[in-house]
Structures are given as structure tokens and as C-alpha cells.
């Protein structure tokens, strides 16, 4: 997913859930947060609280 997005370096941040950070990088000349999670894991509100955390 990050070398789709042209990102070669990241500064983690706040931990969603456990062993979740936000990612912050650099795509196409732009800022972006990202969060690199399996699909197996996580509460039902995982993308809710990921937001409100950001």
C-alpha cells in the first residue's frame, strides 16, 4: 500500500488500538495520515475512534 502511494518515509504517531499507530507521510506532494492494520482485528467503531484520534 505505502509504495502505491509513493511514500518512502513515515513519523508515527498516536496509538489507535493496540499495536495501531496513525502514520503521517508524504503522497504526491501532500500530507497524509494513514494507519497500517490487518483486516482481522480491531472493534466494530475502529474507524470512528481512529478519526476521532486523529
Avoid at 508515527?12 to 497524509?32: K, L, M
Avoid at 490487518?38 to 475502529?46: C, D, Q
Amino acid at each position: 500500500m505505502t509504495k502505491a502511494l509513493g511514500v518512502t518515509q513515515q513519523t508515527i504517531g498516536a496509538e489507535i488500538a493496540p499495536g495501531v499507530p496513525w502514520c503521517f507521510a508524504t503522497s504526491a506532494g501532500q500530507d497524509i495520515a494513514l494507519t497500517l492494520k490487518s483486516g482481522n482485528f480491531g472493534a466494530e467503531s475502529f474507524f470512528a475512534d481512529a478519526v476521532a484520534k486523529l
